[in-house]
């Protein structure tokens, strides 16, 4: 039987005491808590110390800049949802909120919580006593990846939807520690290492996004899962197309579910000023196999997770660009 550990929670009331307090051995941030609290039920994770930060108003807005937006970390998936501006001129974004869980989960579930993601996988999101008789894994105590089991790399994969989607409007993270502030590219956040899939500095917090609006792209997200109203992602492609299919302008590509960290796709430029045709289709697929790589993270097959993550991608291929 699972219980919940033995932790202390803090009430911070800015961002400075946040950060201050997350520097304590053993402390997590907690937002809308309905990944952190499922998996410390189970048994995933001993936090000492939880940092609650439902009560920091600054990570709570969503404001029009200049040439896009900038989104608190504290921002609900329903508030997403709410927002008129977003559906109409960032759809991808309000598509990829749309998927995830259920509309229960999207009143508490935030956007901070969503992109800092715990990987996931078969052997490690288990109870403690199911981990403990295969010997854990490079995740959590052990010394091999049960998915790779030659590897040196723990090959969890990263789940969350709203990244790919952030990821087509070149979107930038702004962090805060006590070391001070610093932006970078969303796509710094991650590396491909389920162990440690984030960059962020001990203690470091996410307090907000900005992204920039595409000017005439037709975007999109679409993800498979094997129950569609609350599982994670098997493949998630997010697409923004500028063109027609009898001349490819433009396309950016972003995965999640396919990697340790969310795949924003390289070379697509080879692309630009052709035809979708079965010829393009199939360098798009040649691209796609260079960089993206399905392990046995899931109860479902590698191989099908692949197919699957080149089918969604042709299918928006042809949506966006008819």
């Given at each position: 039987?699972?219980?919940?550990?033995?932790?202390?929670?803090?009430?911070?009331?800015?961002?400075?005491?946040?950060?201050?307090?997350?520097?304590?051995?053993?402390?997590?941030?907690?937002?809308?808590?309905?990944?952190?609290?499922?998996?410390?039920?189970?048994?995933?994770?001993?936090?000492?110390?939880?940092?609650?930060l439902t009560n920091i108003e600054e990570l709570m807005s969503i404001r029009e800049t200049k040439d896009g937006l900038h989104i608190g970390a504290g921002v609900t998936l329903n508030q997403l949802l709410s927002n008129e501006y977003i559906n109409?001129?960032?759809?991808?974004?309000?598509?990829?909120?749309?998927?995830?869980?259920?509309?229960?989960?999207?009143?508490?579930?935030?956007?901070?919580?969503?992109?800092?993601?715990?990987?996931?996988?078969?052997?490690?999101?288990?109870?403690?006593?199911?981990?403990?008789?295969?010997?854990?894994?490079?995740?959590?105590?052990?010394?091999?990846?049960?998915?790779?089991?030659?590897?040196?790399?723990?090959?969890?994969?990263?789940?969350?939807?709203?990244?790919?989607?952030?990821?087509?409007?070149?979107?930038?993270?702004?962090?805060?520690?006590?070391?001070?502030?610093?932006?970078?590219?969303?796509?710094?956040?991650?590396?491909?290492?389920?162990?440690?899939?984030?960059?962020?500095?001990?203690?470091?917090?996410?307090?907000?996004?900005?992204?920039?609006?595409?000017?005439?792209?037709?975007?999109a997200y679409k993800k498979m899962r094997v129950r569609g109203g609350v599982d994670f992602p098997l493949a998630g492609v997010a697409m923004a197309a500028l063109g027609t299919a009898d001349k490819i302008e433009d396309l950016r590509i972003a995965?999640?579910?396919?990697?340790?960290?969310?795949?924003?796709?390289?070379?697509?430029?080879?692309?630009?000023?052709?035809?979708?045709?079965?010829?393009?289709?199939?360098?798009?697929?040649?691209?796609?196999?260079?960089?993206?790589?399905?392990?046995?993270?899931?109860?479902?097959?590698?191989?099908?997770?692949?197919?699957?993550?080149?089918?969604?991608?042709?299918?928006?291929?042809?949506?966006?660009?008819?």
């Amino acid at each position: 039987m699972e219980f919940m550990p033995d932790f202390e929670v803090k009430h911070p009331k800015t961002i400075e005491e946040a950060v201050v307090l997350a520097k304590q051995d053993g402390a997590v941030f907690l937002a809308g808590g309905t990944d952190l609290l499922a998996n410390l039920r189970r048994g995933v994770g001993e936090p000492k110390v939880v940092v609650d930060l439902t009560n920091i108003e600054e990570l709570m807005s969503i404001r029009e800049t200049k040439d896009g937006l900038h989104i608190g970390a504290g921002v609900t998936l329903n508030q997403l949802l709410s927002n008129e501006y977003i559906n109409n001129d960032f759809n991808v974004i309000s598509d990829a909120a749309r998927t995830i869980g259920g509309t229960t989960h999207q009143y508490n579930a935030t956007v901070g919580g969503n992109l800092c993601l715990d990987t996931r996988c078969q052997y490690y999101n288990q109870s403690h006593w199911w981990r403990n008789a295969n010997d854990f894994c490079l995740k959590y105590k052990g010394d091999i990846c049960h998915v790779a089991p030659k590897g040196k790399v723990c090959r969890a994969a990263f789940s969350g939807d709203l990244a790919p989607a952030m990821l087509l409007h070149r979107a930038e993270a702004e962090l805060v520690s006590i070391e001070g502030s610093r932006t970078i590219d969303l796509a710094e956040m991650y590396q491909e290492d389920g162990a440690n899939s984030l960059t962020l500095l001990p203690g470091e917090l996410l307090v907000a996004i900005k992204i920039t609006k595409l000017s005439g792209y037709k975007t999109a997200y679409k993800k498979m899962r094997v129950r569609g109203g609350v599982d994670f992602p098997l493949a998630g492609v997010a697409m923004a197309a500028l063109g027609t299919a009898d001349k490819i302008e433009d396309l950016r590509i972003a995965y999640t579910g396919t990697n340790s960290q969310p795949i924003r796709l390289t070379g697509l430029e080879e692309l630009n000023g052709k035809i979708l045709d079965e010829n393009t289709l199939k360098m798009l697929r040649k691209i796609l196999f260079k960089q993206i790589m399905p392990m046995r993270s899931t109860f479902t097959p590698s191989t099908y997770r692949r197919k699957v993550a080149v089918n969604l991608t042709y299918r928006l291929a042809k949506e966006l660009l008819e």
